[in-house]
């Protein structure tokens, strides 16, 4: 009785070592895993291949060797979604607006999404700012080179916070205007120099 013990309690340690700790989330999938397992998964909510893309790199005029590239909507907008992929893991789902927008559209859309995850109890802030009606965000990020951008915590099943669960936006100016950039980190599966 006492060695089927000792192998229940070894089998229980060694099951909570190997346990996978709990990742970002992106629509209810983990940001983890193979670049094909998650492509497949986003396909499956509704995000398609951007064609568009393709024919860009085809033709040459776009440099791109990563994941393939989709589009579809999130949160009410066109979004162009990659995967940043460490060792064959993703560790980043990143969001881009497919539509430029002008100076105070772009004000707006970045202001709604900081209340959006303030409201939202899912996420704890970490770094987050509002931009004000009458900034000149051009002259801010040209000249003074500042950069527009909230940082959150995801919560875990739990309501723990972990920092290693990081949901992140940031305005990027084109030639041609604004646009929203967002980024699912899961920092588990980031380069942690282990290669060197």
């Known amino acids: 009785m006492r060695k089927f013990l000792t192998l229940l309690a070894m089998i229980a ?6 346990a996978q700790k709990e990742v970002t989330k992106f629509m209810g999938i983990p ?5 094909t397992e998650m492509i497949k998964k986003l396909k499956a909510k509704g995000f398609k291949t951007d064609e568009d893309f393709i024919q860009a790199v085809k033709r040459g005029s776009v440099d791109w060797d990563g994941p393939e590239l989709l589009i579809g909507r999130f949160n009410g907008e066109k979004v162009r979604v990659s995967l940043l992929v460490e060792q064959n893991k993703v560790c980043r789902i990143c969001l881009s607006d497919k539509n430029n927008r002008d100076e105070t559209q772009i004000k707006i859309r970045f202001n709604t999404l900081v209340r959006q995850f303030e409201n939202n109890d899912k996420y704890v802030y ?7 009606d009458d900034e000149d965000i051009s002259y801010q990020m040209t000249v003074n080179k500042k950069q ?21 936006f940031t305005i990027v100016e084109g030639s041609d205007g604004y646009k929203i950039a967002m980024f699912y980190d899961n920092k588990y599966n980031e380069a942690d120099g282990s290669d060197l």
Request: charge should be negative; proline fraction near 3%; avoid cysteine.
């Open 148 to 168: 527009y951008e909230a940082v959150f915590g995801q919560k875990g099943e739990d309501g723990t916070v972990d920092e290693k669960r990081i949901v992140w």
């Open 31 to 35: 940001v983890d895993g193979s670049p």
């Open 126 to 132: 970490f770094y987050e700012q509002t931009i004000a």
């Open 13 to 18: 340690i060694s099951a909570s070592v190997f």
